[in-house]
């Protein structure tokens, strides 16, 4: 399992023990920042998080307690640090009430650094904990294939060849394909197999976030760093920590966040919004886009050096079209997995189903199979998959079974064309409505608009 370190903050007016437990924690290879000042304290809380807050009760200024109190009240449960208190026997009650407040654990002085150690390490383990339970809350609606990759070809196997032997190593991959090839499959099978598995895999999806709020929500912010900034927030990258993240769509970044994205890639360092102090980051970059890269570089759209820093481990995946010999053991997957989650019995497909999915040339990919197969299972009446059930783009496929290849494939490009021709009318000729209605994306409408050259 990888070293487990953290962000701390380290409060007590008493100079020696701060300098002790300071240099004890920083040896253990935690970033700590210390001040013998609560209102200082109160000052850096608000400037950028920690994961943990280690505070003595009995000062001057203001006591732990208080200091504990104060920063409960500001920052919303599930955005805090651990907390950790020491006090001397005369003060326990005061840590009781301390963990009363949510105070992680508390150390009763004299103590050993070794304690101490111990008990950091726990709080920091909890917290990570905490950070991932939150993390695959916001994403448990998000569908993500639990089986893995699916695919015989020599081209996927490549694929995953070149996966597993970057997976050793902590460099800088960049993964090409068209939308729906399954290039967020590949960044989690490379993480699953690299040694920092036991760490977070964080997912930044760039094209989905407002440009406005992008660096916020890479980065961080401190309170008060913009309208609306009410308290400190991590962004994806301390989330990331010691793991990997993902950050899909990266061509849609605008050119002052390459910029700083350059900067984390060389310095491994960043600045939240707000703050006036660098954090140090330990993180593996897995990008991903859709688009031509190095077009984009010639015609002075995306930074030259920043495509250099990410293109260190390209992985580029085919189109599903490529590979046709991937469709049978695709279309099984999938009929197994929906026919679990929806509770049909499931036992074949009808003559002439699979050779025309396998004629069919998946502008969407393996998403748009699969979403093709969903479909299928659950409009079907019986334990056989028939033509009436499977339908490609949203329309039911005419009957084909025993049809010649030739007349299959007219079949399917009639279905095509009239199912384009009615979501555009229905889209009042919108072309982001009309693939919102076909469930598939406006690059694949784009695809099939010039395959049939339709105005």
């Known amino acids: 399992m990888a070293n487990l370190r953290g962000s701390i903050l380290l409060v007590d007016d008493e100079e ?47 006591s732990g307690l208080d200091l504990i109190r104060e920063y409960v009240g500001l920052v919303p449960e599930g955005e805090r640090s651990q907390i950790l208190m020491m006090t001397a026997h005369a003060t326990v009650e005061s840590a009781i009430e ?17 304690e101490l150690l111990v008990v950091v390490r726990r709080a920091l383990d909890h917290q990570r904990l905490r950070t991932e339970y939150r993390y695959l809350l916001s994403e448990r609606d998000e569908q993500f294939d639990h089986y893995g990759i699916v695919g015989r070809s ?24 068209e939308t729906g090839t399954g290039k967020e499959l590949v960044a989690r099978a490379i993480h699953d197999r690299s040694a920092q598995r036991g760490m977070p895999l964080i997912k930044v999806n760039c094209a989905a976030i407002p440009e406005a709020l992008l660096e916020s929500e890479l980065f961080g912010h401190v309170r008060g760093a913009f309208t609306g900034a009410t ?60 688009r031509d890269l190095r077009q984009m570089v010639a015609d002075g759209k995306f930074q030259d050096d920043l495509f250099y820093r990410l293109n260190v481990i390209p992985i580029e995946i085919p189109p599903l079209r490529e590979r046709r ?15 679990q989650r929806t509770g049909r019995r499931i036992e074949r497909l009808d003559d002439g189903v699979l050779s025309g999915l396998q004629q069919y040339d998946w502008p969407g990919n393996v998403r748009e199979l699969e979403n093709t197969i969903e479909r299928a299972v659950v409009l079907s009446t019986g334990p056989v998959i028939t033509t009436r059930s499977v339908s490609v783009l949203g329309a039911a496929m005419p009957q084909v079974s025993g049809l010649p290849s030739l007349k299959l494939r007219q079949n399917i490009e009639w279905v095509e064309r009239e199912t384009i021709r009615r979501a555009l009318d229905s889209a009042g ?5 009309a693939a919102e209605l076909m469930g598939i994306s406006q690059r694949a409408l784009s695809y099939y608009l010039a395959k049939y050259r339709i105005d």
């Open 16 to 62: 020696k023990i701060l300098k002790a437990l300071g240099r004890a924690l920083r040896d253990d290879g935690h970033d700590v920042v210390d001040t013998t000042s609560p209102r200082h304290a109160q000052r850096l809380l608000t400037e950028r998080s920690f994961d943990l807050v280690i505070v003595d009760n009995v000062m001057q200024e203001l």
């Open 98 to 114: 301390a963990m009363k407040l949510g105070a992680f654990d508390y150390l009763q002085k004299p103590f050993e650094v070794d």
């Open 154 to 177: 020599r081209a996927m196997e490549e694929v995953m060849r070149r996966a597993e032997l970057v997976a050793e190593t902590k460099s800088t991959v960049l993964i090409l394909g």
């Open 231 to 290: 308290t400190t927030k991590k962004g994806k990258f301390a989330l990331a920590d010691g793991g990997t993240i993902f950050l899909d769509e990266i061509a849609t970044m605008i050119p002052a966040l390459q910029s700083k994205l350059l900067r984390v890639l060389q310095e491994r360092e960043f600045e939240p919004l707000g703050a006036e102090r660098t954090q140090r980051v330990d993180v593996r970059v897995i990008a991903a886009t859709n």
């Open 325 to 339: 010999e991937d469709i049978p053991p695709l279309v099984e997957h999938f009929l197994k997995k929906h026919a």
């Open 429 to 433: 000729g919108v072309k982001k409505d």
